[in-house]
């Protein structure tokens, strides 16, 4: 089949593709930008096509060959306007996918049974509605919290249960929800391909139990054996709890808000025989949890939501910045020769940042990252998806993976940190009078004033930062 899947390069998206070049279908992804995704995805059977959905789309830009097409696109990060982003690229959407042959759209919407909905929800039902007002078989399929090794729900109770022995929470920890494994998402997605009696229909998807996010936490501590106390009080306000959640979690602050907001809704399905008809086994909400540390254990987790442009609010155009600029900045150069072997170098380089942390002065980079923390910025508990690999588009803490080019051995980061300016930070290994040598240069290119006084007030703790750091780099292991 010739399947179409937009937000490919998404949490979703990266774990469905797997399983549908398996079975050899032709896959159409569509992506914002193509270089993050090709680094990762070369296939025969995986095609790229570069679109913006909340631009004007190319009309042609579709192949007319489409049996099946997932829309898979959510924006629930961007402030108070993610709801009019989703109606807009569904109706760009809606344009472009109504000029093929297309069979049917797939669309992986929210548990949508509460009469007073959140924000976020009543999106998702308006994308649904937007969808289904075209010509072609829409099936929907209502999930509430997935469950899975770089899913945003999994990672962000797992902040809060690994960081937190005794919790003083919101009183929406006894809000009801029907937790759902990520394995068992993409068979449903998967399942419902071309099945005609699921065209026009929607159909609530989840695990076998409905739990409290309070038991879902306490069910987490097990799997991790943690003892966890945990105390509601009534009196957090919506916009302490955003608070809370921000500063304990790596999620950014306008998702908390939204999550805060959709939290306080019950997300329990209604009844249907939809996985008896697939043969989909449900997992439980523990067996969930435990395959997904199965996967960080054995370093192969697919995707995660922190690797999405959202969870920061960075513009998918910096992945373009691959020459960093050389007018208007300050630099900060340092040049190393490597007397030891040069891959084991540059295997320290690709491990650098999440748990490794940045070779030198890790304290001061936990600082500058609570500081990023109190002004809104992302901070430093992003971490990294994989301990040893790291690919274009990646987030990376604070920074964000521009270029991360293992044959020509050039890393270039971009700063996702809250600062008056734009920086960056590159390595590269490089040959000079037929030695090898590390070059490690920080490029800030400062917005006005401000942005000059910020560079020369951090200069001091850049000389013992950045000498530090590549001195260790290059250090080789006895």
Known sequence: MNILVTGANGYIGQRLLPVLVAEGHRVYCCVRNRKRFEEEH??????????????????????????????????????????????????????????????????????????????????????????????????????GIIVGSGSASFEIIRDIVEKLPVMITPRWLNTLCQPIAIRNVIQFLHGVMLKENTYHTDFDIGGPEV???????????????????????????????????????????????????????????????????????????????????????????????????????????????????????????????????????????????????????????KVRGLMDKFVGGVGLRRGRTNSDQINSGDALDFWRVLIADKQNRRLLLFAEMKMPGEAWLEFKIIQKDNKPFLLQTATFRPKGLWGRLYWYSVLPFHYFIFNGMINNLVKIKQ
């Not at 570069?50 to 489409?66: F, G, M, R, S």
Request: charged content about 20%.
């Open 42 to 143: 070369s296939n025969e059977h995986v095609h790229i096509i570069e679109v913006d959905l909340l631009e004007e789309p190319n009309p042609a830009i579709l192949p007319k060959q489409v049996d099946v097409a997932f829309y898979l696109v959510h924006s629930m990060s961007h402030g108070n306007h993610f709801d009019k982003q989703e109606a807009t690229t569904a109706t760009h959407f809606i344009e472009l996918i109504e000029k093929t042959n297309c069979r049917q759209i797939i669309y992986l919407s929210g548990i949508v049974n509460e009469s007073n909905l959140s924000k976020h929800l009543a999106s998702r039902l308006h994308v649904e509605k937007i969808l289904r007002a075209g010509k072609i078989p829409v099936t929907v399929l209502r999930a």
């Open 211 to 365: 739990l409290s996010y309070k038991s879902m936490l306490l069910k987490f501590a097990e799997v991790r054996k943690l003892k966890r106390i945990i105390l509601t009080i009534p009196v957090m306000t919506p916009r302490l709890s955003s608070y809370w959640l921000y500063f304990v979690t790596s999620t950014s602050y306008s998702l908390a808000v939204n999550l805060v907001n959709s939290m306080k809704v019950n997300v329990v399905c209604r009844q249907n025989d939809l996985a008896e008809q697939l043969g989909i086994a449900l997992l439980p909400y523990k067996s969930a949890v435990e395959m997904a540390f199965e996967k960080i254990e054995q370093r192969m987790v697919l995707s995660s939501w922190k690797d999405a442009f959202s969870s920061s609010g960075t513009r998918q155009e910096v992945m373009n910045y691959v020459d960093v600029p050389e007018f208007g900045c300050f630099k900060d150069l340092k040049w190393r020769e490597i007397s030891g072997d040069v891959q084991e170098v540059q295997g320290n380089i690709w491990s650098i940042g999440g748990e490794k942390g940045w070779y030198y002065g890790n304290t001061l980079w």
